[in-house]
C-alpha cells in the first residue's frame, strides 16, 4: 500500500524471472539445482531489503554463496566426525 | 443561576442559538441546555486579496467579526498573518465559509470544516459523558467547569437508559415477523403484520423510558429507514429525537478505499439528544462494543453516534485536531503539502515497511514471543516523529521538544499501557477485566491507524518523510532486539514487525527471559512485553513450495493452554465456519500435548475428528449457513470482466432487484454446474442436493493439511486416507502412539496404517 518501489519479494521474482531463459535452456537436473540456490536467496529476504542495495541480484547471489557455505561448514562438520570416528573407534559408538 | 452538576450526552448547534447541550443531571433529569459559542475560520493569501475579503464578508448579512493575528501552519517555516473570521453563530459558519470560498477560491484556509464537538472540547475541554457542572440561567449555559479528565482509567459510569431493538432475523435474508424490544431484563416482541398496533406501541415504548441510547441491529440499513416510513403511512410520528425542534439525520451509505481493500458503509440515521447505534454498521463493534465505542468517545471528543460508524483514523485525526487548536496550530482544510523531491537511492533506503523474515518451516519447542508493546506509536513518541520535526536518527530525536504527533499520542499511550497493566493485575473474577480489555482494544486502533494517517496524503498533519521514518525507527528496534537475542545466547526463529520468536536450550519459564525484555528494553528504549512462551509452534510454509516459507502463518499452543493462529483457514473470514470449526477441533485436541513429543500420540484422534466431519458433511447433518462462503465485491458487479464465484451471487441478487455494492460482502453456497453458487440471501431456499460436496471436502483436507503437516503428515497421504474414509485399524493404534518422530523421519499415512519413512 502506497510503495513506490517494488517490494523485495516482488523484486526477488523478478530477477528470478530474468533467468528464465537460462533457465529453460539447462537440462532438467541442472534446473532443479538452479531453483535449489534461488530458494536458498528467498531466506534471507529481509537483509535483504534492510540492505537496500540498488543491485538486488548482487545480494541474492550473496545469499546464496551463503547458503552453500553453511552447506560446505555442515559437511566438512561431518567429514570431521566421521574421520574421528574411523581413527578412534571407540568414540563413535552409540551406547 | 442554578448549579447543576451532570454528564455530557450530546452537543451540537442549533441555527440561531448557539450550541445545544445535552446534559444528563445527577437528579435523572435530561437537559437541553444553550450556550453561547463564537466560532473561528481562518484564510491566508497576498494581503490585496485578504483585503478584498475583509470587504466581501463586511457587505454579508450579520457580518462576521474579524481580525488580523499570527498563527502557525505546521508545514510553514513562520508564523503566518491569517485573517480570523469569526461567527458568533456556530449554524452559520459552513455557509459562511462555503460562499467564502466560493468567492475567493485562491486563498488558503484553515479551522474550516472542524466538527463542533472537537472546538467544543478544545476550548472548554469536553468530552461525550465528561462529568460536569455548569451555571444555568434561564435555559442557558453560562459557565461549564469538566470534573474528570478523558485520560482518567475510572470516571462514575453514567446512569445511562438503553432500549434495545432488533428484528428477529437478518432483514437481507428473510423478512423479519417481529421486533424485539429489550429494556433493562424486560423483553417484549411486536408483531410486524400489525405496523399500527407496533407503531403505538414502540411509540408508548420510547416515552415512558425514555432511553438515551437505542441500540438496534440493521437500524441503519433496514429498521428505522422501514420504521419511520411506515408511520407516514399511517399518519403516526414516532418520537426518536429528543430534541423536538430537529428532523432525523440521514447519512448516505458510501464506498471506499483503505488500506488496500473497498470498504462498504451503509446509510446511517442519527438522532439529536439521544444516541442511535446500529450494532451492524457500526466499525469494531464486535471487537469493543459499547464499552470500547463510548471509551474511543470519551478520548477522541467526537460524538458517541460518530464514533460508534466512524473508522479509528477519523478519531485519531480528531485528536490532533483538538491538540492543535490548543496550541494555536491552524488546522488545514485542503492539505497543500506534497511529497518532497528525493533521489533515486534516498527513496530506496527510505521507502520501505517493517522488518518482516522468513521463520524457520515447521514445529519448535518452548519458543518465546516477544512483542514490542505498540511499536509505532512508542516510537513516534520516543524518537520524536512529527510532521514539523527534523526525521529522527534511528530512534534519537532531531529536538526535544515534542511535536504536535508525539503529543497527541503520549497520554493515549499511557492510558492504554496503563489500563493493560491493571488488567493483568486484577483477579480473574473482577468484571473490569473484560471492560479493560475492550477499552485498551478500542485505544489500540487509534494508536494503529495513527502510524497509517501520518503516511496519507489527504491526512491534515500527515507527511510521508515522517511516515517512513516510523518505519525505519521500528526496523533499528527489531535489530537491536535481534542482536540483544544473540548476544544473549538466543536463537532468533522470526522476526514479523514488532515481535521476536526466541528460543534457547534450557529456557522455558517466562521468567528465564525476563534478563532478555531488560535487555532488549535497554538498547532500545522502547517497552517490550512477553506475549509468552510456546509449550511449541509450527511456522508454516508456502502452499505453492513446501519450501518457501509464509511470515506469517503459523499456530501454537501457549503453556497457559491458550491457542494462538494466524494466517490460517480458521483466521480467514471466507472460511465457511464448519471448515474453520473443524480445523480449530483438531487444533484444540492437539493443544493437549504438554510437549511437542507428545504430539504424535494425538494423531490418530486428530484424524478422526476430520473423518467425523467429512462424514457428517456427507450425512447432510451440516446445517447450510455453517457451509456459507462469505467474500467482499471489490468492485460493481457488472464491472467485472469475468465475474468471481462472489459477483455470480451477488448478480443472482441483482436479478431479484438487491443491488450490492462494492466492499459489500455476499454469503453463498458452493453448488454443482454453472453458476457453481447460490447466493444466501435469496427467498429461495437452496437445493441442498446440488452442494458441491467434494468443494467442500477439498476445503475441509487444505485445512486439515495446514495443522497436520508441520506434524509430518505427508499431504497425499491424508487426502487419501480421508477421502477412503478407512479408519485407522484398532491393531495399528498402539504403534501409533509411540511414535516418536526421531530427526529426520516423517509419518506416511497409507490408507491402511501408518507407516514411517525417512524424509
Given amino acids: 500500500m502506497g510503495r513506490t518501489l517494488p517490494s523485495i519479494t516482488q523484486t526477488f521474482y523478478i530477477e528470478q524471472e530474468a533467468f528464465a531463459r537460462f533457465r529453460r535452456a539447462l537440462r532438467r537436473g541442472d534446473q532443479l539445482a538452479l531453483d535449489d540456490l534461488f530458494n536458498a536467496a528467498r531466506q534471507h529476504l529481509a537483509p535483504a531489503a534492510y540492505a537496500a542495495n540498488a543491485l538486488p541480484m548482487e545480494i541474492f547471489i550473496l545469499a546464496m554463496l551463503l547458503e552453500e557455505h553453511k552447506e560446505v561448514l555442515r559437511l566438512r562438520q561431518q567429514l570431521e566426525t566421521l574421520r574421528g570416528a574411523k581413527h578412534d573407534p571407540a568414540d563413535g559408538l552409540d551406547p | ?759
Fill in chain 2, 1 to 759: 443561576m442554578t448549579l447543576l452538576t451532570g454528564w455530557i450526552l450530546d452537543l451540537y448547534e442549533t441555527p440561531g442559538q448557539g450550541v445545544s447541550l445535552w446534559l444528563l443531571a445527577e437528579d435523572g433529569r435530561r437537559l437541553c441546555l444553550q450556550q453561547d459559542f463564537p466560532c473561528v475560520f481562518y484564510a491566508w493569501g497576498p494581503p490585496h486579496r485578504l483585503r478584498a475579503l475583509w470587504r466581501w464578508l463586511q457587505q454579508q448579512p450579520d457580518p462576521p467579526r474579524l481580525e488580523r493575528v499570527q498563527r502557525r501552519d505546521l508545514f510553514q517555516p513562520e508564523p503566518l498573518d491569517v485573517m480570523a473570521i469569526e461567527t458568533a453563530e456556530p449554524a452559520r459558519l459552513p455557509e459562511l465559509f462555503r460562499l467564502a470560498e466560493q468567492n475567493f477560491p485562491d486563498l488558503t484556509w484553515y479551522d474550516a470544516d472542524i466538527q463542533l464537538s472537537l472546538r467544543h472540547a478544545a476550548r472548554h475541554g469536553t468530552f461525550p459523558l465528561a462529568c460536569c457542572r455548569v451555571e444555568v440561567e434561564e435555559n442557558r449555559l453560562r459557565r461549564i467547569e469538566v470534573l474528570d479528565s478523558r485520560w482518567d482509567l475510572d470516571t462514575d459510569p453514567p446512569p445511562l437508559r438503553i432500549l434495545s431493538l432488533r428484528p428477529d432475523c437478518d432483514p437481507a435474508h428473510q423478512a423479519p415477523s417481529c421486533l424485539l424490544v429489550e429494556v433493562g431484563r424486560c423483553q417484549q416482541e411486536l408483531a410486524i403484520q400489525h405496523p399500527l398496533a407496533l407503531l403505538n406501541n414502540l411509540r408508548y415504548l420510547l416515552q415512558k423510558h425514555d432511553p438515551d441510547l437505542l441500540l438496534t441491529a440493521w437500524g441503519d440499513t433496514w429498521l428505522l429507514p422501514w420504521l419511520l416510513e411506515q408511520a407516514e403511512t399511517w399518519g403516526r410520528s414516532l418520537p426518536f429525537n429528543r430534541d423536538e425542534r430537529r428532523g432525523i439525520g440521514w447519512r448516505r451509505e458510501r464506498s471506499y478505499f483503505s488500506y488496500g481493500q473497498i470498504v462498504y458503509q451503509g446509510q446511517q440515521v442519527l438522532f439529536y439528544g439521544r444516541w442511535h447505534i446500529d450494532q451492524k454498521n457500526a466499525m469494531l463493534w464486535s471487537d469493543s462494543g459499547l464499552e470500547g465505542t463510548l471509551e474511543s468517545a470519551r478520548v477522541t471528543g467526537l460524538p458517541v453516534q460518530m464514533t460508534a460508524r466512524c473508522s479509528p483514523g477519523t478519531g485519531i485525526s480528531a485528536m490532533q485536531m483538538i491538540e492543535a487548536l490548543r496550541s494555536g496550530v491552524l488546522v488545514p482544510w485542503h492539505k497543500q503539502q506534497s511529497e518532497a523531491p528525493k533521489n533515486a537511492l534516498d527513496l530506496l533506503h527510505a521507502d520501505q515497511g517493517g522488518l518482516v523474515y522468513q521463520p524457520k518451516i515447521g514445529l519448535h519447542r518452548l519458543v518465546g514471543a516477544v512483542d514490542f508493546v505498540s511499536m509505532y506509536p512508542s516510537v513516534m513518541v520516543k524518537a520524536n516523529i512529527s510532521p514539523e520535526v527534523p526525521p529522527p536518527d534511528g530512534l534519537t530525536p532531531a529536538s526535544e521538544a515534542p511535536g504536535l504527533v508525539p503529543r497527541t499520542l503520549q497520554p493515549l499511550l499511557a492510558k492504554r499501557v496503563a489500563l493493560k497493566q491493571r488488567r493483568a493485575a486484577l483477579p480473574a473474577w473482577d468484571p473490569r477485566r473484560r471492560t479493560d480489555q475492550v477499552r485498551s482494544a478500542a485505544l489500540k486502533w487509534l494508536l494503529v491507524v495513527c502510524f497509517g494517517y501520518l503516511g496519507y496524503k489527504n491526512a491534515r498533519f500527515g507527511r510521508i518523510e515522517a511516515h517512513e521514518a516510523v518505519t525505519s525507527g521500528g526496523r533499528e528496534a527489531c535489530l537491536r532486539a535481534k542482536e540483544a537475542a544473540e548476544d544473549l545466547g538466543f536463537e532468533v526463529l522470526h522476526i514479523y514487525v514488532d515481535g521476536l520468536w526466541v528460543q534457547q536450550a534450557g529456557f522455558s519459564s517466562p521468567a528465564d527471559f525476563q534478563p532478555l525484555l531488560q535487555e532488549i528494553e535497554r538498547r532500545t528504549g522502547l517497552p517490550v512485553g512477553l506475549d509468552g512462551v510456546y509449550r511449541w509452534v509450527a511456522f508454516l510454509p508456502s502452499r505453492l513450495d513446501a519450501r518457501v516459507p509464509v511470515a506469517n502463518r503459523y499456530f501454537g499452543v501457549f503453556q497457559n493452554g491458550e491457542i494462538k493462529v494466524r494466517g490460517i483457514e480458521a483466521r480467514r473470514r471466507d472460511t465457511p465456519p464448519w471448515v474453520a470449526g473443524a480445523q480449530m477441533a483438531v487444533l484444540t485436541h492437539l493443544a493437549q500435548a504438554e510437549d511437542a513429543r507428545d504430539l504424535p500420540a494425538l494423531i490418530p484422534g486428530a484424524l478422526e475428528l476430520a473423518r467425523q466431519a467429512l462424514l457428517s458433511l456427507r450425512r447432510g447433518e451440516v446445517p447450510a449457513a455453517d457451509l456459507l462462503t462469505t467474500q467482499r465485491l471489490s468492485r460493481e458487479v457488472k464491472a467485472y470482466a469475468a465475474p468471481s464465484p462472489a459477483a455470480r451471487a451477488a448478480l443472482q441478487l441483482l436479478a431479484l432487484g438487491r443491488e450490492l455494492r462494492p466492499g459489500q460482502r455476499v454469503r453463498f453456497l458452493w453448488m454443482r454446474g454453472w453458476p457453481g453458487v447460490h447466493a444466501w440471501d435469496q427467498p429461495t431456499p437452496p437445493n441442498l442436493a446440488a452442494l458441491d460436496l467434494p468443494r467442500y471436502e477439498t476445503l475441509l483436507l487444505r485445512a486439515m493439511e495446514s495443522v497436520l503437516q508441520p506434524l509430518g503428515v505427508q499431504s497425499e497421504g491424508l487426502r487419501i486416507w480421508l477421502r477412503e474414509g478407512q479408519r485407522v485399524s484398532q491393531p495399528a493404534l498402539p504403534q501409533l502412539a509411540h511414535l516418536a518422530l526421531p530427526e529426520g523421519e516423517k509419518l506416511a499415512l497409507t490408507p491402511v496404517c501408518l507407516q514411517r519413512q525417512h524424509a
